[in-house]
């Protein structure tokens, strides 16, 4: 299972960490994605990270912003999310997978690769 926090109102340019707890005894074996769904739009894939942390994957909106990472320590996923903008606005969800597909093309993630995804966080930028 995973819970998915740290959302909330921030100012354009600001700050914010969303936090993925994953629970269960394989959850350090799995990759973990972050997705984002703004009113009347796709769900977008933003970022993944593999299951020991070593490999990471941003979607061309986010990359230099965002920074995902993980604590297999505390069997949570993180991602840090610098100069948030207005367009950033959306729930937030965490989900995991077996292994980071990242696909050529505009569209970098899946989110049929998911199997288990966490209750959202909405993340809510004001300009």
């Known amino acids: 299972q995973l819970q998915a926090s740290g959302g909330g109102l921030v100012q354009a340019g600001g700050s914010l960490r969303l936090s993925c707890a994953a629970s269960?005894?394989?959850?350090?074996?799995?990759?973990i994605g972050w997705f984002r769904q703004a009113p009347g739009k796709k769900r977008e894939g933003v970022s993944c990270i593999s299951s020991n942390g070593g490999s990471t994957y941003y979607a061309d909106s986010v990359r230099g912003r965002f920074t995902i990472s993980r604590d297999n320590a505390k069997s949570t996923a993180y991602l840090q999310m610098n100069s948030l903008q207005p367009e950033d606005t959306a729930v937030y969800y965490c989900?995991?997978?077996?292994?980071?597909?990242?696909?050529?093309?505009?569209?970098?993630?899946?989110?049929?690769?998911?199997?288990?995804w966490g209750q959202g966080t909405q993340v809510t930028v004001s300009s």
């Open positions: 989900a995991s997978t077996r292994r980071c597909h990242f696909y050529s093309g505009s569209s970098h993630f899946r989110a049929a690769d998911f199997g288990s």
């Open positions: 269960g005894s394989t959850a350090d074996y799995y990759a």
